[in-house]
């Protein structure tokens, strides 16, 4: 009897310390969290960049929704020059969806993103309504434009961010340094002179100054950008960008002192790997390729382990041409993070060496590193074409379409060189994505029903899309000019020209119209007629299979 007593107490203790430990288990790992965090930060303020990923990562590793451990990695990519600045950033946006998470993403994409940057176009465009009557989303739409050559669009947004803050002189110094380069003389007298006394102000100086600098350059007026520059240099608010731009300056001007300029210059970058970068690509820039691999293979060996300056070597030595050597090097150990990038430039050191199968191999092994890796990927992607491989651009793309379903902005691309190569069954490709995630948009139904028709695929279901798609959206132009055409296709020609001759004629003018019409209106025997429209849709970049139509028609 006391026996069973015994073991009932065990069993009793037993569900009791398994309840407590139960019941303790999420605050320690909340405490092991916080802990890893508090770490990273601690390794970070040392200059201990890789322990302090390795704690963050810790954090996100018990709690892989923590927004502080990630917006922390984030501006830890930033602090590095790593691309994975856009995944974090990225995924900051996607676990904490305000307009500020949205808005700090796309001041990275136009950081970090190639022209023409579609991540923070789709961002901003997504964000609509109240955002867009705030002054940081009027800025970076202004800069955007401004990247995109659109000076008119940007001097809009200024205006815009200056009505929202009239007081803040800053929206006045934005206005003023794009109106720098106005035709309007007296306007631009103006922009100088607001600038020249901004420039007196202390919270604004750098950025009056910086303006006037890049106008004097613009004006090929280097001795005034030099003096500008000089002053530049002094400011306390001065960017190391601020200094390489000197150096050009004193470059340009053949001066005595650039040398001793540039040597300071990389005296104080020798402790910042990306900076050490920044350095290395304005030297290979300026023709010094040489002397900036002789300046990184000295540097201090902490800094040499790093994979930014790692790259930076890669590069000169790819500049060199010395893909032998640079195929060692990048041999020798991993990156890291980063490896993606290491396994796409063995891949690029390869091919030049005409090693076509281990340039493909490592192709893949560097698509498969950077899985999920939004900035990888979209680096990848920024190497391949500027190494003119397009096929390898694509298919980089359409892992990043699969991987994130929100960059919209690849499709786009995609569909765009689709087009531009004449690969309609690509084009239906994509165009299948688009409309599988747009599932209710009669637009992209409607493009697909159109393709089908021109290649001659499930014609059965895309006549029947055609006609339910008309008698929901009659007056949609498009839409009526696809249904007509199967209408033709089924041989009831009469019937498709009766719904053509319902648009207005500026419509069937379209040239993209035009050549629908033009067909059915040859079909109908109205050549005179036809030959106009024909002719018109001469100006459209057709695909293969309207070509064909085109020259098939003008034919008969």
């Not at 405490?31 to 963050?56: I, P, V």
């Not at 150096?247 to 402790?271: C, D, H, M, P, S």
């Not at 990184?296 to 300056?309: D, F, G, K, R």
């Not at 006549?463 to 949609?476: D, G, I, K, R, V």
Request: glycine share 4%.
């Amino acid at each position: 009897m006391k026996v069973q007593k015994s073991r009932k107490s065990l069993l009793f203790l037993a569900i009791a310390l398994l309840a407590v430990v139960i019941a303790g288990w999420p605050a320690y790992r909340h405490y092991q969290e916080a802990l890893a965090l508090r770490n990273a930060k601690k390794f970070a303020a040392k200059g201990d960049f890789r322990n302090a990923s390795l704690s963050a990562r810790r954090a996100l590793q018990i709690n892989r929704r923590n927004v502080e451990a990630c917006r922390f990695l984030g501006r830890l990519a930033e602090v590095t020059g790593s691309p994975e600045v856009l995944d974090w950033y990225n995924r900051v946006a996607e676990l904490n969806p305000t307009p500020e998470a949205k808005l700090a993403l796309v001041a990275q994409a136009l950081r970090f993103q190639a022209p023409p940057y579609e991540l923070a176009s789709q961002v901003l465009e997504g964000m609509g309504g109240s955002a867009t009557g705030t002054v940081s989303y009027c800025v970076l739409s202004a800069e955007l434009a401004l990247k995109l050559g659109k000076g008119a669009q940007a001097e809009n947004w200024f205006e815009a961010a200056r009505r929202l803050q009239p007081s803040n002189e800053l929206h006045q110094l934005n206005l003023a340094s794009l109106r720098l380069t106005s035709t309007n003389i007296d306007l631009a007298n103006e922009a100088r002179s607001t600038l020249d006394r901004l420039r007196m102000n202390n919270p604004l100086a750098t950025l009056a100054l910086r303006s006037l600098v890049a106008d004097a350059i613009a004006r090929g007026n280097l001795a005034e950008a030099e003096r500008y520059s000089n002053e530049l240099q002094q400011k306390s608010h001065s960017i190391f960008e601020d200094r390489l731009q000197h150096v050009t300056i004193l470059l340009t001007l053949k001066r005595a002192e650039f040398v001793r300029f540039l040597g300071t210059v990389q005296n104080l970058a020798a402790t910042n790997a990306f900076e050490m970068h920044e350095v290395s690509t304005w030297m290979l820039s300026h023709g010094m390729a040489g002397a900036a691999l002789q300046w990184l293979t000295n540097a201090a060996p902490t800094m040499q382990e790093s994979p930014s300056v790692q790259l930076a070597i890669v590069e000169c030595l790819f500049h060199l041409g010395d893909w032998v050597r640079a195929e060692s090097f990048l041999n020798e150990r991993k990156w890291g993070d980063l490896e993606s990038m290491r396994l796409g430039l063995l891949s690029r050191a390869a091919s030049e060496r005409h090693n076509n199968l281990s340039a493909e191999l490592h192709w893949r092994l560097a698509l498969n590193q950077a899985q999920h890796r939004l900035g990888s990927l979209m680096w990848l992607a920024a190497k391949a074409s500027e190494w003119g491989r397009n096929n390898a651009k694509l298919d980089v793309l359409w892992q990043i379409a699969q991987q994130f379903p929100k960059a919209r902005w690849a499709l786009d691309e995609l569909a765009q060189d689709a087009r531009a190569q004449g690969k309609t069954r690509d084009l239906y490709r994509v165009y299948s994505r688009i409309a599988a995630s747009e599932p209710n948009n009669p637009i992209w139904e409607n493009n697909i029903t159109s393709l089908r028709l021109l290649l001659g695929i499930e014609l059965d279901r895309a006549q029947q899309t055609a006609s339910e798609l008309f008698s929901q959206y009659p007056s949609e132009k498009i839409i009526a000019s696809t249904y007509a055409y199967s209408l033709h296709l089924l041989g009831h020609t009469s019937e498709a020209l009766n719904i053509m001759e319902n648009l207005p004629e500026a419509d069937l003018a379209n040239p993209a119209i035009a050549l629908y019409y033009g067909i059915l209106l040859r079909a109908d025997g109205q050549t005179q007629r036809a030959g106009k429209f024909l002719n018109l849709a001469k100006r459209e970049a057709l695909l293969p299979e309207e070509r064909a139509l085109l020259q098939e028609a003008l034919r008969r």
